[in-house]
């Protein structure tokens, strides 16, 4: 059973960074794809970043220049590096694999979610 568990969301004031990280049950080079998508309330989950087994990646236009994706085999963990952060980046941020999936749409799989709150 494929387990995706998050960790390193909080509360950060604008202009400051954060590092999600999403560690997989397995190799995460099982996977075809895997990124980061995040919901803020009241909106839809939006794609935020994807990183294919192949290392070609994909960023939200929102976050380009901003956030990095990255990934670590020896650890099984993939990783999300949150630069200059804005106060519309706050929402839940949910790690996402998929042996099947692109870089443009959503695997199977689904972690339990993060909060990251940018607020001064």
């Known amino acids: 059973q494929v387990q995706l568990v998050e960790s390193g969301g909080g509360l950060v004031q604008p202009g400051g960074s954060l590092r999600l990280s999403c560690a997989a049950s397995?190799?995460?080079?099982?996977?075809?794809?895997m990124g980061w998508y995040r919901q803020a309330p009241g909106k839809q989950r939006e794609l935020v970043a994807t990183?294919?087994?192949?290392?070609?990646?994909n960023y939200a236009d929102s976050v380009k220049g901003r956030f990095t994706i990255s990934r670590d085999g020896a650890k099984n963990t993939v990783y999300l590096q949150l630069n200059s952060l804005k106060p519309e980046d706050t929402a839940v941020y949910y790690c996402?694999?998929?042996?099947?999936?692109?870089?443009?749409?959503?695997?199977?799989?689904w972690g339990q979610g993060t909060q990251v709150t940018v607020s001064s």
């Open positions: 996402n694999a998929g042996y099947g999936g692109s870089l443009d749409y959503p695997g199977s799989y």
């Open positions: 397995g190799s995460i080079f099982s996977f075809n794809v």
């Open positions: 990183i294919a087994r192949g290392s070609n990646t």
